[in-house]
């Protein structure tokens, strides 16, 4: 049961580009999103989230797109740098829980 | 800056054994959690725990596992009779209050590996 679906495994893009990560989700009653980076070796750290009233929350480089209708998410980069190149997850949660659902994962490479 | 500690970083035990992770939480936190990685898999969440109870958790999370916060500092996970599939990268993650608002923090995790 995939409820937080990140479809590409792997995403390579060129240093100064815009990296664009995408993650899906089917349960309506998830109300709150992140995003994570974890390096090898390395516990997940937290980059950005959104709450489902916003569609888009900015922090620096990072910016997290939310579309509620099509139960879509995305996370933009801007612009790349060999620095993140790691795995990306999204995690989805529902308020008045503490259940975070993660998605499967990203590989992204930044190639300078 | 603080940051979650867990040891040990690689724990290797044969099928059937028990075994006992171990975490220490960012001290001024309140809720913790464990998550586990199968090799390549992605992050499951198996537990989260605030006042010294289980406040929520998953599937995975069966009558093997059990959690405890034995003193003000340490929040340990124990498997009772380890299987092949327990196999996992367990990571140990805290936040000073619960809910997607505020930040976990995760600790390096521990590799187990059955055999």
């Known amino acids: 049961d995939q409820q937080v679906k990140q479809n590409s495994p792997s995403l390579s893009v060129q240093e100064g580009r815009i990296s664009i990560l995408n993650c899906d989700y089917t349960?309506?009653?998830?109300?709150?999103f992140l995003w994570y980076k974890k390096y090898p070796a390395e516990g997940p750290t937290f980059l950005i989230s959104?709450?489902?009233?916003?569609d888009k929350n900015e922090d620096g480089r990072f910016t997290v797109f939310l579309n509620k209708s099509a139960k879509h998410l995305s996370l933009h980069i801007v612009p790349s740098q060999p620095g993140d190149s790691a795995v990306y997850f999204c995690?989805?949660?529902?308020?008045?829980?503490?259940?975070?659902?993660f998605g499967t994962g990203t590989r992204l490479k930044v190639l300078a | 800056e603080p940051e979650v500690t867990q040891t040990p970083s690689h724990q290797v035990t044969q099928m059937g054994q028990e075994v006992i992770l171990r975490c220490v939480p960012i001290?001024?936190?309140?809720?913790f959690y464990w998550y586990r990685q199968i090799l390549g898999q992605k992050v499951e969440f198996l537990v989260s725990f605030y006042n010294n109870e289980i406040s929520e958790k998953s599937e995975i999370f069966d009558d093997q596992f059990s959690v405890e916060r034995p003193d003000g500092s340490n929040f340990t996970l124990k498997i009772r009779s380890t299987k092949l599939e327990d196999s996992a990268m367990y990571f140990c993650?805290?936040?000073?209050?619960?809910?997607?608002?505020?930040?976990?923090?995760f600790g390096p995790g521990t590799r187990l590996t059955v055999t």
């Open positions: 959104i709450s489902s009233i916003k």
């Open positions: 995690a989805a949660l529902t308020s008045g829980t503490y259940k975070y659902i």
């Open positions: 001290s001024n936190h309140l809720y």
């Open positions: 349960n309506s009653m998830f109300d709150y």
């Open positions: 993650a805290s936040s000073t209050q619960g809910g997607g608002h505020y930040e976990q923090y």
